[in-house]
């Protein structure tokens, strides 16, 4: 169905454009074809809910785990593609009066950085982002990291994004290896843009 739409919408835009109808299915048919082939298609994303507090959308070929991180609600990977994402969520209520004054979405920003790369040989800030919605307020960073592991030393892209809401902040860190950062960007762009609370009923 999705594909005789496309067609028709193919057809219409070859018609404004005064193509004939035999080039327009031409050029819809090399659409199709394109399309199948990006990996960051959004057809290849699933909704995943964590803990009744949010949900995001991941790729279809990321499988859940356990063993990544000791205390992350979210653990999903794909071995073969080499790429991660973890999720942590931090209760408001659990810092206490005091420092929740002194604490904002790019302390708490920092306060991840510092301890997701405190292992690393080398680090390199590739750029910063932020945005404000209705229920978050999000601060994202892109990061070149040398970390050791098991007697190796890997080169690793990370995106590390935070997200405020009046009762927690979020963690959410995706890495691949550097090399494939540009491969997998479309993905991670993905998945740290469809973050989204759910809705607490009253």
């Known amino acids: 169905m999705r594909i005789f739409i496309f067609i028709t919408y193919c057809t219409q835009i070859g018609y404004r454009l005064r193509m004939s109808p035999s080039y327009a299915l031409i050029a819809c048919v090399i659409s199709i074809g394109f399309l199948s082939c990006q990996k960051s298609d959004l057809q290849t994303m699933m909704p995943v809910e964590i803990s009744g507090l949010y949900k995001i959308d991941l790729p279809t070929n ?3 785990g356990y063993d990544i991180h000791d205390f992350a609600s ?7 593609e080499q790429m991660y994402v973890i999720g942590i969520e931090d209760a408001k209520k659990n810092f206490g009066k ?9 302390d708490y920003f920092k306060f991840v950085e510092k301890v997701v790369f405190q292992p690393a040989d080398s680090l390199a800030d590739l750029g910063r982002q932020n945005f404000v919605t209705d229920d978050v307020h999000a601060e994202l960073g892109d990061f070149y990291a040398r970390m050791p592991l ?6 690793l892209f990370y995106r590390v994004a935070v997200y405020e809401s009046r009762s927690h ?3 959410l860190i995706v890495w691949t290896p550097f090399d494939k950062r540009e ?3 479309g993905w991670i762009d993905a998945i740290t843009a469809s973050f989204e ?3 607490q009923r009253v």
């Open 183 to 185: 491969e997998a960007m």
């Open 150 to 155: 098991r007697g190796k030393t890997y080169e």
């Open 197 to 199: 609370l759910i809705k």
């Open 98 to 106: 005091i420092t929740l004054k002194r604490i904002d979405v790019e």
């Open 62 to 64: 990321l499988k859940p």
């Open 169 to 171: 902040f979020f963690q």
């Open 74 to 80: 979210l653990q999903y990977y794909d071995v073969d």
